[in-house]
């Protein structure tokens, strides 16, 4: 799953001169490369009679001339099969989209954009690309949206981001990041969007975003974490919208977001470790809005303090509760305001329908937002429809309210009963007197004799009463 952090492509607005008409481009002193553009446009069938040239999809492999440009205001060479950018490109500040997304890039000069300082968006997705040299986008003041992702970058320096100040967006998702070092997006003062999804990041510096103070929109699904990078976000004094998707969590508890009151909308879907949401683990989120906490298939619980905060014993106000796909078998009905909640999706758990769980048709929900939700326990319950039901249906037995104890007792019993036991073996063992240590011999006034018979000694009982023995 994707965030929505994804670079949205401008709109676009050609001029209606014809593009290709040789008298119109740039300057008297460069004429012979204008006429090389018009045939190379013609090549490729890249022409339109009313709009600019469009080079998309033309199986185009090299740019092996500079290229002109007097009208429109794109350069679209996406899914071609280029591998170098080395000519550099003119234009006549007209030009502020430059996209060469899914070619074979892996190497572009540090000229290429030198002249085309109006550029505002730019898109490099899908290519394979690890390196920059730091004049690439220096003259590039203009840019506001960067898109870097689906290449193999696997360590970025600051200088790469050293002009480019206007920058709002800036997606590196689904690169080869294992580490970002702290100075990273120092001169990136006006970021707002950023994606670093689908890398290998484990931990962030907690200095990272120290100078970003504008970001508003943070995505870091698809990585390695296995905490939450506390620190690091805390230093984020707008963030509005952080997605956490596919990552390592095994249980959430506090202090885990304990400084992100400014975070509205939270993300947790597919995490495939993800056990446990423990006691205040979204303490301090204040803001929060919205959350999302989907397809983890092996959460299996959810503490009902989960979304207090224990300073005013209160959870936080939701409006948006989408807790789909998941494990778990019940919920508290404390663990939210439900009433006061505009949308609630708690389909796909397999809910166990008993009386822990009978608050869930009291719940005010309007009718078109009441999710489908159906029972999976007990056996005589399966697949009913929860908001058919009556809260007498939802019931729990007197062995399971009391299985607790039961179980409880009789282990205890069998405990003592096998330590008396043992007890009186040890005693009994101990005891140096024969008729102790066998208690249950009782003596009739017998008398005792040894014989031997053929080497063998045998030892004879008989009663005094009836005689001598013979």
């Not at 001169?17 to 090389?36: C, H, M, R, T």
């Not at 009313?50 to 899914?79: Q, R």
Request: glycine share 4%; hydrophobic share 40%.
């Amino acid at each position: 799953m994707h965030c929505h952090l994804h670079l949205l492509f401008m709109v676009i607005i050609f001029t209606s001169n014809p593009v290709l008409s040789e008298d119109k481009f740039i300057g008297d002193d460069i004429s012979n490369q204008a006429d090389q553009t018009f045939s190379f446009f013609k090549k490729w069938s890249c022409t339109s009679e009313n709009e600019a040239p469009d080079c998309s999809s033309k199986d185009i492999d090299k740019i092996d001339i500079p290229l002109v440009f007097n009208s429109g205001n794109a350069i679209k060479f996406a899914h071609n099969k280029i591998e170098e950018l080395y000519n550099p490109f003119y234009d006549n500040h007209n030009i502020i989209e430059i996209d060469f997304s899914t070619n074979k890039l892996n190497s572009i000069t540090e000229n290429v954009f030198a002249n085309l300082s109006a550029v505002e968006k730019v898109d490099l997705s899908h290519n394979s690309l690890w390196t920059f040299d730091s004049e690439t986008f220096s003259s590039m003041t203009n840019l506001q949206s960067l898109d870097l992702s689906f290449n193999g970058f696997s360590i970025i320096g600051p200088e790469i981001f050293s002009k480019l100040q206007k920058v709002k967006k800036l997606s590196l998702r689904n690169n080869n990041f294992h580490i970002i070092q702290d100075d990273t997006f120092e001169h990136l003062l006006a970021l707002e969007e950023l994606d670093l999804g689908d890398n290998q990041l484990s931990e962030l510096p907690d200095q990272l975003f120290r100078y970003n103070l504008n970001l508003r929109l943070l995505c870091l699904s698809g990585n390695d974490f296995k905490k939450v990078p506390t620190e690091a976000l805390a230093g984020i004094p707008r963030l509005y919208r952080l997605d956490l998707s596919r990552n390592k969590f095994v249980r959430l508890r506090y202090p885990a977001f304990k400084k992100l009151s400014s975070v509205n909308v939270l993300r947790l879907d597919d995490q495939p470790d993800l056990r446990s949401i423990g006691p205040q683990s979204f303490q301090g989120m204040d803001n929060l809005a919205y959350f999302y906490a989907s397809n983890n298939d092996n959460l299996r619980f959810v503490d009902p303090k989960a979304f207090y905060d224990n300073t005013t014993d209160k959870p936080v106000q939701l409006q948006t509760f989408i807790f789909r796909h998941n494990s778990v078998t019940t919920m508290s009905g404390k663990l939210l305001d439900w009433d006061k909640l505009y949308e609630i999706d708690l389909t796909g758990n397999p809910w166990n329908c008993d009386c822990h769980l009978d608050w869930i048709i009291q719940v005010q929900i309007r009718d078109h937002l009441k999710p489908n939700l159906v029972c999976k326990h007990p056996t005589y319950l399966k697949d009913f429809q929860i908001f058919n039901m009556t809260s007498d249906q939802f019931k729990c037995s007197f062995l399971f309210n009391h299985e607790f104890t039961i179980i409880g007792t009789v282990l205890l019993i069998i405990t003592i009963s096998m330590i008396m036991v043992v007890f009186l073996y040890v005693i009994v063992k101990l005891l140096p007197c024969p008729k102790l240590r066998n208690p249950w011999r009782r003596s009739y006034g017998y008398s005792k004799v040894k014989v031997s018979r053929n080497g063998k000694n045998y030892d004879l009982e008989w009663d005094p009463a009836l005689g001598d023995p013979k």
